[in-house]
């Protein structure tokens, strides 16, 4: 990666530590030579104060403080707390003290270079200073001055003046080193230590981060997936930090997704079946519209022409008279009946006519039903063969099966051709009874076997009026055969077409 955070890191790591270096090169460079002169002043200043303090008790007491610095020298001495802060001056901060009576002119040095101090806080007092002085403290008693020695080619800051006896002189001397070469050289060892503190750094920072970007890496690719509506991916980490915390979310994240997804799919699948079933209802409705307007369409009109033919006196003999009336009589019987029948497979289709089950013979309907179509079957010329050794008995609805009977009955009339022979079988199997009705005739073309149940259907596409059919039986049979939860369906035979059903056997 370009941008990895692992990068980012690292180099956020290099930047703090270069700002950490500069800053402390930039203090060291503009700041510590001040620090540096400012602690050493106010150690002479602190030396001032409990120096002035002894003297100022043995003044009152009418001593005098050379004779006690005598005992710095002496071997059985007594060590006073003026003689311990010269010799702490001293040893420790390598301070140069020396102590004059104005009085004898009597002068205390301590440890070395008393003679040279002495001489040097006189020509102080009468005014006479080294060039390229710099005065720091400017008190009433004393003053803090930074020098040059030519003689040593060093700097001192020197703290000289009276105590407040008013007679005794002191120069208190300390050695400062060029603190600019200091500087120089802490800078300098201070930037060969960042170099290799920050090249170790970066390599241990850029190792370390391995164990916050990995994770990262692996809740990245698992958000891809997910945005790639994969949710088996899964985080698999054990941590339990911020990182694990946002794992086990994404896991959740994943999972309600997934079920969301699941659930406006099937939302989405349920609304495109209901558009569709809309779409289908309204076309059905069209259609519907259509057929009945096209099957009312002709009965109408001769019902008009004859009523109207009636009415201006076209038959006026008796004969005629009786023509025109049984032609309307006709025509307005098929029309009730068209509207009995949609009537009633309204009602089977909404359910508002569910079969009462009982058992019957179904040897004795189907005789019965025959012998209420024989004067039909005689002005067809149709043979009807129905051949039964006893009784079968069935569980359905007795009304409505007879009407299933009747109609594919009817419909084996309207379609005879050939021999015109109609054939009713029965097939008894384990547990139900198939009941067939086959007429000689011909076939019905492949593509609209399954269409036949449709309402208004008919396989002359002209729609003549030579069947009388309103093209609604087969779709009754559909109807009632769905409410008893039982198979239906036509087949092609050599020499014709078999409609069939099958009944629950009632044995």
């Known amino acids: 990666m370009k941008h990895s955070i692992r990068m980012r890191f690292t180099m956020i790591f290099i930047g703090l530590m270069a700002l950490v270096l500069s800053s402390l090169w930039a203090v060291n460079s503009f700041f510590l030579e001040g620090y540096y002169t400012q602690e050493k002043v106010k150690l002479l200043q602190d030396a001032y104060e409990q120096l002035n303090l002894y003297v100022l008790e043995k003044s009152a007491s009418g001593g005098n403080i050379t004779q006690d610095f005598q005992s710095l020298y002496s071997k059985d001495g007594e060590q006073n707390d003026a003689s311990r802060l010269l010799r702490l001056m001293n040893e420790k901060y390598n301070t140069t003290i020396v102590i004059v009576d104005s009085m004898d002119d009597q002068a205390i040095p301590s440890f070395r270079d008393g003679k040279f101090l002495a001489d040097r806080v006189r020509q102080y007092i009468l005014g006479r200073s080294e060039p390229n002085t710099e005065i720091l403290v400017s008190e009433e008693n004393y003053k803090i001055q ?19 006896d008013n007679r005794t002189i002191f120069i208190m001397s300390m050695p400062i080193s060029s603190i600019h070469e200091s500087v120089e050289l802490s800078n300098r060892f201070m930037g060969y230590v960042g170099i290799v503190v920050m090249i170790l750094g970066s390599a241990l920072m850029y190792i370390a981060t391995e164990r916050v970007t990995s994770p990262i890496r692996s809740l990245s690719a698992l958000s891809a997936r997910m945005s790639e509506l994969d949710f088996d991916a899964k985080y698999t980490g054990d941590s339990q930090d911020e990182i694990g915390v946002l794992g086990h979310s994404m896991n959740t994240l994943s999972e309600k997704l997934k079920e969301t997804i699941g659930e406006l799919k099937t939302a989405n699948n349920e609304l495109q079946k209901d558009i569709e079933e809309k779409i289908r209802i309204d076309e059905t409705r069209k259609e519907f519209i259509a057929n009945v307007s096209h099957e009312l369409k002709t009965p109408i009109a001769l019902i008009q022409g004859y009523a109207e033919g009636l009415t201006e006196g076209m038959a006026e003999d008796p004969e005629s008279r009786d023509y025109y009336c049984e032609v309307i009589m006709d025509e307005a019987g098929k029309m ?75 419909n084996a009339m309207n379609h005879l051709d050939g021999e015109k ?77 078999a409609f069939w059903f099958t009944l629950d056997s009632g044995v």
């Open 146 to 164: 930074k020098s040059f020695d030519r003689h040593s080619n060093g700097y001192y800051l020197q703290n000289w003046g009276f105590f407040d």
């Open 336 to 410: 009730n009946k068209m509207v009995k029948q949609l009537l009633t497979l309204t009602a089977l289709e909404f359910g508002n006519d569910m079969p009462v089950m009982e058992q019957f013979d179904i040897v004795n309907l189907i005789q019965g039903v025959l012998t209420s179509a024989g004067l039909l079957l005689q002005q067809k010329g149709a043979a009807a063969v129905f051949e039964a050794d006893g009784p079968v008995y069935v569980w359905a609805d007795e009304f409505k099966i007879e009407e299933v009977v009747t109609n594919y009955l009817n």
């Open 421 to 497: 022979r109609i054939e009713i079988t029965l097939e008894q199997r384990e547990k139900e009874v198939k009941v067939t009705v086959f007429n000689t005739g011909q076939p019905i073309p492949e593509e609209d076997l399954d269409k036949l149940w449709t309402k208004f259907f008919k396989v002359d596409k002209a729609r003549t009026r030579e069947y009388g059919g309103s093209g609604i039986g087969l779709s009754i049979v559909k109807a009632i055969m769905d409410s008893h939860h039982k198979d239906y369906g036509v087949e092609n035979r050599e020499d014709g077409v």
